[in-house]
């Protein structure tokens, strides 16, 4: 009897603690990608973000709205902000502002999305440059509770030693992590399931995004936006990144799609997330 007991408590211990890890996944929307659309009309931008069923974004800008209007937007739709953005800038000279303006947003997380750097000639100058400005800003942000993340966009993945330059600044953040945007490290000629495997606990955030077949690629972080198209129907192994993020509890994913498509593709993106579950 006290085996059969055991058992029970084990079978139930597998079923609570699987069914939480998936729960931990949240989708969410990264709100470049409704630029556009914001530009015309925010109230019914943030609507249409909750018709889609959406709750959790990664922002930080309010287009051209006064901020607490912008809040008090997002409050209405059931819309909370758990990242922001922040310039590298920013981050370099002034990042007790960028304290401020997560807190105020109530965001746990901010990540930088760009390394400044000449023409295409990014290096390692520029990535050891870059580090000792993530590591100093992170570490005050992880002292106010907040977690820094760096979104790489290709151009960090050019070798360097016996890896690439992405490697050097993966070996040597101590007060920052990574935002892995699938697209981005695809177009790189890096894979990202491999990537999140390398670095288990270096991705705290993730972007999903999907390539059209046959997109010419390189690491020069720039591309044609409309070569985004819906989750499932590219050439990335949306699949196998998603299950992998989900394994490492990642737990915030967000949609990003920065084609003039958006408005149709992301419901049809999330359908295909939910037919993943």
């Given at each position: 009897?006290?085996?059969?007991?055991?058992?029970?408590?084990?079978?139930?211990?597998?079923?609570?603690?699987?069914?939480?890890?998936?729960?931990?996944?949240e989708v969410g929307l990264q709100l470049y990608s409704l630029r556009n659309q914001f530009k015309e009309d925010i109230p019914s931008t943030l609507k249409?973000?909750?018709?889609?069923?959406?709750?959790?974004?990664?922002?930080?800008?309010?287009?051209?709205?006064?901020?607490?209007?912008?809040?008090?937007?997002?409050?209405?739709?059931?819309?909370?902000?758990?990242?922001?953005?922040?310039?590298?800038?920013?981050?370099?000279?002034?990042?007790?502002?960028?304290?401020?303006?997560?807190?105020?947003?109530?965001?746990?997380?901010?990540?930088?999305?760009?390394?400044?750097?000449?023409?295409?000639?990014?290096?390692?100058?520029?990535?050891?440059?870059?580090?000792?400005?993530?590591?100093?800003?992170?570490?005050?942000?992880?002292?106010?509770?907040?977690?820094?993340?760096?979104?790489?966009?290709?151009?960090?993945?050019?070798?360097?030693?016996?890896?690439?330059?992405?490697?050097?600044?993966?070996?040597?953040?101590?007060?920052?992590?990574?935002e892995m945007d699938v697209y981005w490290v695809h177009h790189a000629g890096a894979d990202p399931t491999k990537l999140l495997k390398k670095y288990p606990?270096?991705?705290?955030?993730?972007?999903?995004?999907?390539?059209?077949?046959?997109?010419?690629?390189?690491?020069?972080?720039?591309?044609?936006?409309?070569?985004?198209?819906?989750?499932?129907?590219?050439?990335?192994?949306?699949?196998?990144?998603?299950?992998?993020?989900?394994?490492?509890?990642?737990?915030?994913?967000?949609?990003?799609?920065?084609?003039?498509?958006?408005?149709?593709?992301?419901?049809?993106?999330?359908?295909?997330?939910?037919?993943?579950?």
């Amino acid at each position: 009897m006290k085996k059969l007991q055991l058992l029970w408590l084990f079978l139930i211990a597998i079923v609570f603690f699987g069914t939480t890890n998936v729960l931990a996944q949240e989708v969410g929307l990264q709100l470049y990608s409704l630029r556009n659309q914001f530009k015309e009309d925010i109230p019914s931008t943030l609507k249409l973000i909750n018709d889609w069923g959406i709750t959790v974004l990664e922002g930080g800008d309010s287009y051209g709205m006064p901020e607490e209007e912008f809040k008090e937007l997002l409050t209405k739709n059931n819309l909370k902000m758990v990242s922001i953005g922040a310039t590298f800038n920013d981050l370099a000279i002034a990042p007790e502002e960028v304290v401020k303006k997560a807190k105020s947003y109530g965001a746990t997380y901010v990540m930088c999305a760009w390394i400044p750097h000449h023409g295409n000639n990014f290096g390692f100058v520029d990535a050891q440059k870059a580090v000792e400005v993530f590591n100093r800003a992170g570490k005050l942000l992880r002292e106010k509770g907040l977690k820094l993340a760096y979104h790489a966009h290709g151009f960090e993945f050019r070798p360097y030693g016996d890896g690439t330059l992405f490697d050097y600044m993966a070996e040597n953040a101590n007060y920052f992590d990574f935002e892995m945007d699938v697209y981005w490290v695809h177009h790189a000629g890096a894979d990202p399931t491999k990537l999140l495997k390398k670095y288990p606990s270096k991705f705290i955030l993730m972007h999903l995004k999907d390539m059209e077949k046959g997109t010419t690629k390189n690491n020069t972080g720039h591309a044609d936006v409309e070569t985004n198209v819906v989750l499932g129907t590219g050439e990335v192994d949306i699949a196998g990144v998603v299950a992998e993020a989900k394994r490492l509890g990642i737990k915030y994913m967000f949609i990003e799609d920065e084609c003039s498509r958006v408005v149709d593709q992301v419901p049809k993106s999330l359908k295909y997330l939910e037919g993943l579950k």
